[in-house]
């Protein structure tokens, strides 16, 4: 689907249509800040959650869908079906940190591991001055408060890849499969990151998952993590530091996956591999209508060029040039 709309000026640009993934909601609003400051197309996103915006993809509601995790291989046979018989490719335009978001007066520093954080979220720790998390925060003194893990309601994209990082970073402690359904036991839930974030905010004890700039929006404690290699706090670079080492399932194809596995056991000093790599699930050919992958080619490529200042302050991370360079030859196929 594409539309014209009149912008400022009298003048007429082409719209591109997307929906889905909240984790990539903020950045995408600045893209299209980016794109009508350029004279570019108006980019209309709304963040429904990866699945609504998938479904809306694959019934040829939107040029895009956005999307935390990859189709499912079912859905990749819907997705040939509707790009005309061509294959759909994942495109991860955007990359943001997933901060472990706490409200909890008087800690300002909170250390956790993996193996900790599953049994937080799966009720196996209930207060915030178990032994196991003293263990990790000497000399800090953690009140008996009751850990109130807050969990996404919704079918989301950022509950997949948050349970598949515990799947493979603590498998002794989290025993559920991956899923976009949250799988842990008890908690309280809330709907999309903005429900997550202020839900915990309200709440003396509460903990969850959130992409960083809905942590930050709300002013919440972020946790640092030790991956293995000791605790990491959560930043612009060592968010980057992981990303430079991100690599793809099939590296010989446009399609590109992100390896999931390497990135969310990597141990690298220094770096915070639970990072969120949402796409934007896009036709490689096949639109209806012929102005669609052109548009999508234009307003992705100043994306890349024009679009990465000031995403640190909305909690991503700016695209590195060499991690770019390896989108752009399915950004030039896109036809």
């Known amino acids: 689907m594409l539309a014209v709309s009149a912008c400022g000026g009298g003048s007429d640009s082409t719209t591109i249509t997307g929906e889905g993934s909240t984790a990539q909601q903020k950045a995408m609003e600045h893209f299209g800040k980016v794109l009508t400051d350029k004279g570019g197309a108006v980019l209309d996103y709304t963040g429904s959650g990866s699945g609504d915006g998938i479904k809306k993809f694959l019934a040829s509601d939107v040029d895009f869908a956005g999307s935390d995790s990859p189709l499912k291989p079912e859905e990749v046979v819907k ?15 955007v990359a943001g940190p997933v901060a472990i978001a706490y409200n909890l007066q008087g800690v300002d520093d909170l250390k956790l591991s993996p193996t900790v954080i599953a049994k937080i979220f799966d009720s196996k720790i209930t207060t915030w001055n178990d032994k196991d998390i003293a263990a990790l925060n000497p000399g800090v003194k953690l009140p008996s408060t009751k850990i109130v893990p807050v969990h996404r ?22 025993p559920y499969e991956h899923s976009k359904e949250f799988k842990g036991t008890g908690g309280s839930a809330a709907s ?3 429900g997550v974030g202020n839900t915990v905010k309200q709440t003396e004890g ?3 998952y959130v992409e960083w700039g809905f942590a930050t929006e709300n002013k919440l404690g972020v946790a640092s993590v030790d991956f293995g290699s000791g605790a990491v706090k959560l930043t612009a670079d060592s968010a980057a530091k992981a990303l430079d080492s ?33 796409y934007s699930v896009v036709c490689s050919a096949g639109y209806s209508d012929a102005a669609t992958a052109p548009a ?26 060499g991690y770019q360079a390896k989108l752009k030859p399915t950004i030039d196929a896109l036809k």
Do not use: M
């Open 79 to 93: 997705a040939k079906a509707r790009c005309g018989g061509n294959d759909a490719w994942h495109l991860p335009l």
């Open 153 to 174: 309601s919704d079918s989301s994209g950022t509950t997949d890849n948050f349970q598949k990082f515990l799947e493979l970073a603590a498998p002794k402690a989290w």
């Open 192 to 194: 999309k990151s903005t």
């Open 206 to 208: 509460a903990v969850t």
């Open 246 to 278: 991100v690599t793809f399932t099939n590296p010989d194809s446009k399609d590109l996956v992100v390896d999931s596995k390497a990135l969310f056991t990597s141990k690298t000093a220094g770096a915070y591999p639970l990072l969120l790599t949402p």
């Open 296 to 321: 999508l080619r234009e307003a992705f490529s100043t994306i890349l060029a024009d679009g990465q200042e000031g995403l640190t302050e909305f909690g991503y991370v700016p695209l590195p040039a």
